[in-house]
């Protein structure tokens, strides 16, 4: 074969390579789930328990708790549950950001599909797999494990969630933080389907 032969079919193969792993199957992200609502639930309201396991009666308000010696407030809810327990999209939406900080270790930032809130989840043991920036996720959709990465007590795995109401500029690491308390409290139970197709 020519030179020229070779170069466009190594060409060829690598294009088929990019766009293949480019192109992962959704499923790929974990198992969905099923949500039973009450006919009283509203899009706002549009929301899971993040993490596979807990029941509302499970979580505490920890909202306003002081951290850091007392100087700052937490701004988000603690939900405890054993290290590599499923980390689910609490809504439908975009990973924004995956970053990975001093205080909250392996973290997400997904934004809404409306991008008018941010989802923070922190002290992720790890990612789920093929999770990248600028994914869309479904609500239920794994996209992580409970840890202990950042400045989490090694002994104590729980997901750091917090919501924020994005400023017009739609900085990840900026908005006005909401309470997830009362919205995670009358949230639907998630039901796992692992053949689930998508």
């Given at each position: ?68 010696g007392g100087f700052r407030v937490h701004h988000a809810l603690d ?39 941010c989802y923070y989840y922190a002290h992720l043991d790890r990612y ?28 104590t795995p729980h997901l750091h969630f917090a919501i924020m109401i ?33």
């Amino acid at each position: 074969m020519r030179p020229y032969v070779w170069f466009l079919a190594i060409s060829i193969v690598a294009v088929i390579i990019v766009a293949a792993a480019e192109k992962k199957p959704s499923s790929e992200l974990g198992p969905r789930t099923s949500v039973e609502r009450s006919s009283t639930t509203t899009a706002s309201d549009n929301l899971i328990i993040p993490v596979d396991g807990i029941t509302a009666n499970r979580l505490k308000s920890d909202f306003n708790d002081a951290r850091g010696g007392g100087f700052r407030v937490h701004h988000a809810l603690d939900i405890l549950a054993p290290r590599g327990t499923p980390v689910r999209a609490a809504v439908a939406g975009t990973i924004r950001k995956l970053f990975v900080s001093k205080a909250g270790g392996i973290t997400i930032y997904q934004f809404d599909r409306d991008e008018q809130k941010c989802y923070y989840y922190a002290h992720l043991d790890r990612y789920s797999d093929f999770l990248r920036e600028g994914q869309k996720v479904e609500q239920g959709d794994i996209i992580g494990y409970v840890g202990t990465t950042g400045n989490a007590p090694a002994n104590t795995p729980h997901l750091h969630f917090a919501i924020m109401i994005l400023p017009p500029t739609k900085e990840w690491w900026k908005g006005d933080p909401i309470d997830p308390y009362p919205l995670l409290v009358k949230a639907p139970v998630a039901t796992t389907h692992a053949s689930a197709p998508r």
